[in-house]
Structure formats: C-alpha cells, structure tokens
C-alpha cells in the first residue's frame, strides 16, 4: 500500500511540473510572434489578391504593378 500511495504522489508531482512548465513556455516573450494578418486586395487589371501595402493605387482602382496600372488607365480614359 506504501508503494502504491508513493507512485501515486510522484505521478501527481510530475504532472503538476509538466504543466508548470507549459505555462511558462506560452508566456515567453522570446517566443516568435504571428504577424497580424493583413488586409487583401484585389488587382483591378488582372485580378490577383495582394496585401494593401504592397498594393498601388491608381484612378480606377488598386494594381498588382506599375504596368497594369498604366494599361487600365490606358485601356479606360
């Protein structure tokens, strides 16, 4: 009975450590972070989806690149 009461205290004592530990791990501040997501947009020439700040904007819309930008205001006076 002796044996069994000590296993079963040192069970819960390494239980208790592990999830200690995991506590501690969440909350380092050394730990990558996730960038915030950032918005989409959609190409008014072509299509494609990009991040707003990589986006240009232009008279009829938001363009993936300096050409497509020039070739819809070409195309739509």
């Known amino acids: 009975m002796k044996l069994l009461v000590l296993l079963l205290v040192v069970i819960v004592v390494i239980w208790l450590a592990r999830a200690g530990r995991r506590r501690v791990v969440a909350r380092d501040p050394r ?7 950032e918005e989409m947009v959609a190409c008014s020439h072509c299509g494609v989806h990009l991040p707003r700040s990589e986006a240009l904007p232009g008279r009829g819309g938001i363009f993936c690149t300096e050409a497509h930008r020039a070739a819809y205001e070409h195309a739509h006076p």
């Open 31 to 37: 730990a990558p972070q996730v960038p915030p997501r």
